[in-house]
């Protein structure tokens, strides 16, 4: 059973500047102690949306380093989680995952929640403005479920090829708690996966897209080099962004 009132009191634990212009890492605390590693990419503006990106199974963070600077470029904030469910993309590895196993933690799929809600309170302590959940496969999934589970915990949400990928937790059961702007993305061949869920969702603040050609599983999908439908795939974010969230 999970709390009702998620989202606790947060702890930097480290703060460093990377290379990479305009990002930094971050070490969170989630609920249950574990060290929650994160890439901030902030933008000029403190005062705009803030996306928190979680990624799909087996990977980590640094499947948004393509991704996080093109949503500066679009005007918004981001930080990239390390879930204790991953182990790397990118050759980046993921150290909340590395933390989690040294912990003796559970590392399925539903136990990398505390890591989403943390970072989820670190965008919150950096703005008063709308807070954004974008979530990748498995954790698109936990996007759906929380934001149906919890109204009024994010502003938003983006799930890149969501599906019913979480032991014990139907996220079509709690679609029609979700009430906020929705937008998913997959490949043609997913969409039966997800269509139940989205149907349940009872407003008409959503929109779906599949590209025509190319597609890839996961936020991979709006990578270049990954996956020829990426262009069309970002039309589709910005599009969706804009309307719901253009500042």
Not at 5 to 26: D, F, K, N, S, Y
Not at 60 to 83: K, M
Not at 198 to 210: G, I, L, M, N
Request: glycine residues 10%.
């Amino acid at each position: 059973m999970f709390r009702r009132h998620i989202l606790p009191a947060l702890a930097v634990l480290m703060l460093l500047t990377l290379p990479a212009a305009g990002q930094e890492r971050v070490v969170l605390t989630a609920a249950d102690g574990v060290p929650v590693t994160a890439d901030v990419y902030a933008g000029p503006d403190a005062g705009a949306p803030w996306i928190v990106l979680a990624h799909m199974a087996g990977a980590s963070r640094g499947e948004y380093r393509e991704i996080a600077p093109r949503l500066n470029r679009l005007g918004y904030n981001a930080v990239a989680l390390d879930q204790r469910s991953g182990s790397g993309f990118a050759g980046i590895p993921n150290e909340t995952a590395a933390a989690g196993r040294a912990r003796g933690m559970r590392q399925d799929y539903v136990s990398a929640i505390p890591d989403i809600e943390a970072g989820i309170a670190y965008a919150r302590s950096r703005t008063g403005g709308p807070v954004l959940l974008w979530g990748s496969s498995y954790s698109a999934a936990l996007a759906l479920w929380l934001a149906g589970e919890y109204p009024t915990l994010v502003e938003g949400v983006v799930a890149v090829s969501p599906g019913e990928y979480l032991a014990g937790h139907s996220v079509v059961d709690a679609a029609p708690g979700i009430a906020v702007p929705l937008l998913i993305v997959s490949p043609p061949d997913e969409v039966a996966q997800w269509r139940p869920i989205y149907e349940a969702v009872p407003h008409d603040r959503k929109a779906h897209f599949s590209p025509d050609r190319g597609g890839r599983h996961g936020s991979s999908a709006l990578v270049p080099s990954l996956s020829p439908g990426s262009e069309a795939c970002w039309r589709a974010v910005e599009t969706f962004l804009a309307r719901y969230f253009g500042h």
